[in-house]
């Protein structure tokens, strides 16, 4: 079993920011890509930002220019550093990883977490 576990958010007035944290444990043999998506009340969930096992990032063109992810390899951890916030990044922040869990086998599984509320209010 594969466990993803989000930390960081919180309640932050507009322009301000946070650095959301996603930790990956378990029964990991690599993971290829993580992500991070969000969901707000009553929307679907959407992609926020992706990074590759090669570092090669991706970006909703709603948080290009304000969001960075960055990932550590070696501790199974990716990080979103949010600046600039806005009331619509009101969401639920949320971790995927791509996981492969054995040597032996290139299946990849896909894993999420609970998730962190980011609330943006004055």
């Known amino acids: 079993q594969v466990q993803l576990v989000e930390s960081g958010g919180g309640l932050v007035q507009p322009g301000g920011s946070l650095r959301l944290s996603c930790v990956a444990s378990?029964?990991?043999?690599?993971?290829?890509?993580m992500g991070w998506y969000r969901q707000a009340p009553g929307k679907q969930r959407e992609l926020v930002a992706t990074?590759?096992?090669?570092?090669?990032?991706n970006y909703a063109d709603s948080v290009q220019g304000r969001f960075t992810i960055s990932r550590d390899s070696a501790k199974n951890t990716a990080y979103l550093q949010i600046n600039s916030l806005k009331p619509e990044d009101t969401a639920v922040y949320l971790c995927?990883?791509?996981?492969?869990?054995?040597?032996?086998?290139?299946?990849?599984?896909?894993?999420w977490g609970l998730g962190t509320q980011v609330t943006v209010s004055s």
């Open positions: 990074i590759s096992n090669g570092g090669s990032t």
């Open positions: 378990g029964s990991i043999f690599s993971i290829s890509v």
């Open positions: 995927n990883a791509a996981v492969r869990t054995r040597a032996y086998s290139p299946a990849v599984f896909s894993y």
